[in-house]
C-alpha cells in the first residue's frame, strides 16, 4: 500500500490531520474542492475557514470539557490551536480568533511544509483501496456525489437531511423525589427508563408553551432540504393536535409515579439513556427547532427537570455524518474499507474544537499505521478519549446523532473532600481535568516512544 496519505477536506478536521500526518514525516496529499466547487456557507476560498461562528467556545481548562479539550490539543502540538492564540481577540473567558487572520495562518503553514502538497479538486467518489491510506474529514457540507458515494458504500439510507436533535441531560441533574425509574408495562428489565410524570394541567401549559415558543430560522440555502421524518420536531407534532404528544412519545400508559401513585398521570416525558456511563439520558421523542433560550425555560418546567443541566440542547440544522458506532472501528477507520479514515464533523462530532480533535486523532493514528508502529488510542477519562469513545462505540447505533465534548462522555469520578464527602460541581470537575491531563501527557509519551 502507498505511503503516502490523502486527505478530503480542508476543513479544521483535514487541516489538523495533515499537520499530524506531516510532523511524522509522511507525505500528505490534502485534496480541497473550493473554489473549484464553491459551497453555499462559505465565503472563501482558504484552508480552515470558520463559517459559523468565530468563538473556539470557553477556554477554561479547569471547569470546562472545551476548555479541557483546548489544553489537551495545544499538549498534543495541535496547528490550529497554535493559530487561534496567535489570533486570538478579546471575548472574556472564551477563545474568539480573526477569522480571516487565522485561516491564513493554517494555510500558510500548510503551504510551507515540505511534506504537504495542496490540490485544489472535487473527489466525488469514496477512494479505492488503490488511493492506499485515506481521511474523509469534509464536514457537514460534504458535497452531493460524494454523500452519494458514502451511502452507496455503507448502506445508510440518508447521510443528508436536516436533523432536529433532542435534548441531553446529566443525569446527576435530575430530582428523584420526582423523576422514577420503569419501563412502560416493566418491559425489559423494568427500569430502562427515567420517567417524569404530567397532570393534566401541566400537560396543556406545555403545549402551550411548545406552540408558542420562538422557533430557529432555516437559512435560505436549506429550504429545500426535507425533514428527517423518522424525528419531527416536537412542536411540529403538538401543532398537529392538542392531544399528539399524549398519544405519541409522552403517552402516560403503562407507568406509575411511585412517588405520588395517587395522581393521574396525563402525560410522561422519558428519558432513555444515551451513553454507556449512564451519565447522560436523552430525551425521547424531543427533538426539537425551539431556540436555545427557550428549550431551557420550557423543559425545565416539566417536574423533576427544574434544575436539569444540558450537556446539549436541542437544534435543527441540514447536516451530513456517518453512523460512527456502527461503521467505524476504534482508530476511526471504516471497517468495510479499512484504509479509509474518517475525521471532523461527518464523524458525528459536534463543533469546530471536536473536529480538530477527531482530525488530530485520525491524522496521527494514520501515520502510526503508515510506519507500521502500535496505535495507541488516548484513554477514555481524557476530552480527546472520551469523545473517541462516543463516536466509535461509547454511543447507541441506533439513536446516534451529533454531540459536542462534555464532562458526561468522561467515566465518572467519585471525588470527595477532606471530611470524606462526595464533592460535585466546580470542585468535581476540576478533578476530572486534572485527571484528564495527567492521563494525557502519559498518553502523549507513551505515543511517542513507539
Not at 472545551?66 to 492564540?85: F, N, W, Y
Not at 477569522?99 to 479538486?121: C, M, P, S, W, Y
Request: aromatic content about 6%; overall charge negative.
Amino acid at each position: 500500500m502507498s505511503k503516502i496519505l490523502h486527505i478530503i477536506g480542508g476543513g479544521l478536521a483535514g487541516s489538523e490531520a495533515a499537520w499530524q500526518a506531516a510532523l511524522r514525516g509522511i507525505q500528505v496529499v490534502l485534496h480541497e474542492m473550493r473554489p473549484v466547487r464553491p459551497t453555499e456557507a462559505h465565503h472563501s476560498d482558504t484552508l480552515a475557514e470558520l463559517v459559523c461562528s468565530n468563538s473556539l467556545r470557553s477556554d477554561d481548562a479547569q471547569y470546562n470539557a472545551v476548555g479541557l479539550m483546548h489544553e489537551e490539543l495545544r499538549r498534543a502540538g495541535s496547528l490550529i490551536m497554535r493559530c487561534a492564540d496567535e489570533h486570538a481577540v478579546p471575548a472574556g473567558g472564551a477563545l474568539a480568533v480573526d477569522r480571516d487572520g487565522f485561516a491564513k495562518a493554517v494555510q500558510t503553514a500548510l503551504e510551507n511544509h515540505e511534506n504537504v502538497t495542496i490540490v485544489r479538486e472535487e473527489i466525488t467518489e469514496v477512494p479505492t483501496e488503490e488511493w492506499g491510506h485515506t481521511i474523509i474529514a469534509t464536514g457537514p457540507l460534504t458535497s452531493e456525489p460524494l454523500a452519494n458515494s458514502i451511502k452507496a458504500l455503507t448502506g445508510e439510507q440518508s447521510l443528508h437531511f436536516f436533523d432536529a436533535i433532542a435534548p441531553i441531560i446529566h443525569k446527576d441533574s435530575i430530582d428523584f423525589s420526582k423523576a422514577w425509574f420503569q419501563s412502560r408495562y416493566d418491559k425489559g428489565d423494568g427500569s430502562d427508563y427515567i420517567n417524569l410524570g404530567m397532570t393534566r394541567d401541566q400537560y396543556e401549559q406545555f403545549i402551550d408553551d411548545l406552540i408558542a415558543g420562538e422557533k430557529m430560522d432555516f437559512k435560505e440555502w436549506e429550504k429545500d432540504t426535507p425533514y428527517f421524518e423518522a424525528c419531527l420536531p416536537i412542536e411540529v407534532m403538538a401543532e398537529r393536535g392538542r392531544e399528539t404528544l399524549a398519544f405519541g412519545p409522552m403517552k402516560p400508559v403503562g407507568l406509575t409515579n411511585p412517588n405520588d401513585p395517587d395522581t393521574k398521570l396525563a402525560a410522561v416525558v422519558q428519558l432513555r439513556q444515551d451513553n454507556k456511563l449512564g451519565t447522560l439520558y436523552n430525551m425521547v421523542g424531543f427533538q426539537t427547532k425551539l431556540r436555545h433560550g427557550e428549550q431551557t425555560r420550557i423543559f425545565k418546567t416539566i417536574p423533576g427537570l427544574e434544575n436539569a443541566s444540558f450537556a446539549r440542547l436541542g437544534g435543527i440544522h441540514r447536516n451530513t455524518f456517518i453512523n460512527s458506532p456502527r461503521l467505524l472501528d476504534e482508530t476511526l477507520r471504516l471497517k468495510q474499507r479499512p484504509n479509509v479514515r474518517f475525521a471532523g464533523q461527518v464523524t458525528g462530532c459536534e463543533g469546530y474544537v471536536e473536529s480538530t480533535a477527531v482530525g488530530l486523532m485520525a491524522g496521527r493514528f494514520a501515520a502510526a499505521e503508515i510506519m507500521e508502529q502500535n496505535i495507541i488510542c488516548p484513554p477514555d477519562v481524557t476530552a480527546l478519549g472520551g469523545i473517541l469513545t462516543h463516536i466509535t462505540g461509547g454511543a447507541d447505533a441506533m439513536t446516534f446523532q451529533p454531540m459536542n465534548i462534555n464532562f458526561g462522555l468522561l467515566p465518572p469520578m467519585d471525588v470527595r473532600n477532606e471530611r470524606g464527602k462526595r464533592v460535585k460541581g466546580k470542585e468535581k470537575k476540576a478533578a476530572v481535568s486534572a485527571r484528564a491531563l495527567t492521563a494525557l501527557d502519559q498518553w502523549l509519551m507513551e505515543a511517542e516512544k513507539v
